[in-house]
């Protein structure tokens, strides 16, 4: 079956890189799409990036340059990498897939919670 | 981007009841309109796609509608599983949003 699993730091220091990994099973990453989703604490979702089946990638400009995704295939991981820490990227960072055909999220991994600290 | 937004934010009800969240997009973004789950230990569960298309598994007391700018779920007899938040989200346009949740909670 279809699963997401993400592994993180607990704790970043602030203007330092957070480095997310989203391991897969149950399916290809070159069949399915795999993107970020982050919710700060008490707060709503937002989207922030994809890894299409292609190889492709898209960002939210909201993160600018700072935010970099990227897969490897054979170990069936993405890999989120987003630099500049500041307090607001203090988050539960989730990885989830997404079907074009229903343009929707449709499985979702539990999600790693990442504070940062000054 | 577009600004997706709920109502009401909490939602106080009672078991067996049948309520209504809304979901307010700042354009059209016709029928691509998602609904999710959140339960209190975080884990997020997909509801309905395009407006009103339940997602496998998902109990038929769920059921969403809509159209345009204006989009509702509703659950027609809540189940003690039910209360947790809920969240809209617009595939029409990029980047995907969501809106800021609603909160069902045992009245």
């Known amino acids: 079956q279809v699963q997401l699993k993400e592994t993180g730091p607990d704790l970043v220091q602030l203007t330092q890189t957070l480095s997310i990994t989203c391991t897969v099973s149950?399916?290809?990453?070159?069949?399915?799409?795999v993107h970020w989703v982050r919710q700060p604490p008490g707060k709503g979702l937002e989207w922030m990036g994809a890894?299409?089946?292609?190889?492709?990638?898209d960002y939210n400009s909201a993160f600018k340059s700072r935010l970099s995704i990227s897969r490897d295939t054979s170990k069936s991981q993405v890999f989120l990498k987003m630099n500049s820490l500041q307090t607001d990227d203090t988050a539960k960072y989730f990885c989830?897939?997404?079907?074009?055909?229903?343009?929707?999220?449709?499985?979702w991994g539990q999600g790693v919670m990442v504070t940062v600290s000054s | 981007d577009i600004q997706m937004t709920q109502s009401p934010s909490s939602l106080p009800a009672s078991l067996g009841e049948r309520v209504t969240i809304s979901c307010r997009a700042s354009?059209?973004?016709?029928?691509?309109l998602n609904w999710y789950q959140q339960k209190p230990d975080g884990t997020i569960k997909p509801l309905i796609y395009?407006?009103?298309n339940l997602q496998s598994g998902v109990p038929s007391r769920f059921s969403g509608s809509g159209s345009g700018t204006d989009y509702s779920l509703t659950i027609s007899s809540l189940e003690p599983e039910d209360f947790a938040m809920y969240y809209c989200?617009?595939?029409?346009?990029?980047?995907?949003?969501f809106g800021g949740g609603t909160k069902l909670e045992l009245k």
């Open positions: 989830a897939t997404y079907t074009v055909a229903g343009g929707h999220f449709d499985y």
């Open positions: 149950g399916f290809s990453l070159t069949t399915y799409n």
């Open positions: 890894m299409w089946n292609g190889g492709g990638t």
């Open positions: 354009q059209g973004i016709s029928n691509n």
């Open positions: 395009y407006t009103s």
């Open positions: 989200q617009q595939d029409a346009s990029f980047p995907p949003t």
